[in-house]
């Protein structure tokens, strides 16, 4: 399977859930943060206008794509990465990880009411998450060094991002390697609004779960 693709003039990750998970891994024995990003095609649609949005996709260590069109658009039909995609897989595999190793999360939003709804959908979707608290952009203006010494002086394993796009890029390009994190994951601005996206994306990957164990117990 072909591990890159390029759509509007942009390379992007093709990898497997599982693929993807073998990177998260040696992120997290990192000494420097790595950044992976959610991309839709609304976002390659921004970038094609905005050269420093572009910039940043393409600087990220793994861009998960998160629309099965942008697959779709550029020539990835096979069955396991559409849907993949489509039921955003990675994510929940990715927070189950963080989960089951005792990681700790820290977030960032624009706004003090953005980061709280997060928390809040994280904590019923993902039982056992180390949330840490959250710094609200909108808190510290452009003083982006109060949002740098919050995170060194509480020292996440993963900080979890909802900033909007390209803000989150300007972010990223000046201040990535002063915070003291493993991975740093934008998970889109759109994120706290899919509240019930979510809630049944793991409803259905745990029922889907049981399903699969029920079967394997039979066949013994």
Not at 23 to 42: F, K, R
Not at 73 to 101: S, W
Request: contains cysteine.
């Amino acid at each position: 399977m072909i591990k890159k693709i390029e759509i509007m003039g942009i390379q992007l990750d093709n990898y497997t859930v599982q693929e993807a998970m073998e990177q998260v891994d040696a992120y997290l024995e990192n000494t420097v943060m790595n950044t992976i990003g959610s991309i839709t095609m609304e976002t390659l649609a921004q970038a094609k206008e905005q050269a420093d949005l572009k910039e940043g996709i393409e600087a990220l260590d793994l861009a998960i794509v998160t629309d099965q069109e942008i697959l779709k658009a550029a020539g990835v039909n096979t069955p396991q990465r559409l849907k993949e995609t489509t039921e955003q897989q990675f994510l929940h595999e990715f927070l189950q990880r963080m989960v089951q190793e005792s990681k700790t999360v820290y977030l960032f939003g624009e706004s003090r009411e953005q980061v709280e709804g997060v928390e809040r959908l994280l904590q019923e979707s993902y039982k056992g998450l180390s949330i840490l608290g959250g710094f609200a952009m909108e808190e510290c203006g452009e003083d982006y060094e109060a949002a740098v010494n919050e995170v060194n002086s509480i020292l996440p394993d993963v900080i979890l991002s909802v900033l909007p796009s390209p803000g989150q890029e300007y972010f990223l390009k000046a201040n990535k390697e002063k915070m003291s994190a493993k991975i740093w994951y934008g998970l889109g601005s759109g994120f706290g609004r899919h509240r019930n996206v979510l809630k049944g994306l793991v409803k259905k990957i745990i029922h889907k779960e049981m399903l699969r164990s029920m079967r394997l117990k039979g066949e013994n």
